[in-house]
């Protein structure tokens, strides 16, 4: 089992930057993949970013160029978050694919003002 925590969530301006971090229970060094993932009000859960077990990154179109994905040590994931627009409004989740079993926190608010 592993636990997911997720936080760095706030209120920003349209423009500013957040960094997001998750952190497990355990360590997932070895997890196959950790991701970003959002979810907006009234619209289905995507995946914003995600970084696999040999350490190749992707993004959604949206993102790309504003958000960066990253590894800390043994239990942490980031995500940064620069140049945020209100569409980026919405609760983050992460996600780490670990021994064949998908675990995810319960998610951090980000809310982008214009």
């Known amino acids: 089992q592993v636990q997911l925590v997720e936080s760095g969530g706030g209120l920003v301006q349209a423009g500013g930057s957040l960094r997001l971090s998750c952190a497990a229970s355990r360590s997932i060094f070895r997890a196959n993949f950790m991701g970003w993932y959002r979810q907006a009000p009234g619209d289905q859960r995507e995946m914003v970013a995600g970084i696999t077990a040999g350490g190749s990154t992707m993004y959604a179109d949206s993102v790309k160029g504003r958000f960066t994905i990253s590894r800390g040590n043994t239990n942490t994931v980031f995500l940064q978050m620069n140049s945020l627009k209100p569409e980026d409004t919405a609760v983050y989740y992460c996600?780490?694919?670990?021994?064949?079993?998908?675990?995810w926190g319960e998610g951090t608010l980000v809310t982008v003002s214009s």
């Open positions: 996600k780490v694919a670990y021994y064949g079993e998908n675990y």
